[in-house]
């Protein structure tokens, strides 16, 4: 069975920085793409970023330039620095096993002064 545990939200100013991190168990981690959404309140689940088994990497519009997403195979673990960060960006942030039904339960950032 395939576990997903979030950490590294909190709350931060606007123009800070935070580093998620995503543990993955249970799962061939390394051939797996993987993924984080975000959902604000009363709004839906979108897709931020995403990265393959290999390392290529996807990013939504509104976070290209001030997003990354990265990977570690040896810790089974998939981050995401988040830099440059905009009231806009606060929600509860979900790491997902791309196009599976495997998610993690969430971690909430809160960008506000």
């Known amino acids: 069975q395939v576990q997903l545990v979030e950490s590294g939200g909190g709350l931060v100013q606007p123009g800070g920085s935070l580093r998620l991190s995503c543990a993955a168990s249970?799962?061939?981690?390394?051939?797996?793409?993987m993924a984080w959404y975000r959902q604000a309140p009363g709004k839906q689940r979108e897709l931020v970023a995403h990265i393959s088994s290999g390392g290529g990497t996807n990013y939504a519009d509104s976070v290209k330039g001030r997003f990354t997403i990265s990977r570690d195979n040896a810790k089974n673990t998939v981050y995401l620095q988040m830099n440059s960060l905009k009231p806009e960006d606060t929600a509860v942030y979900y790491c997902n096993r791309f196009l599976t039904n495997y998610w993690g339960q969430g971690t909430q950032v809160t960008v506000s002064s």
């Open positions: 249970g799962g061939a981690f390394n051939i797996a793409a």
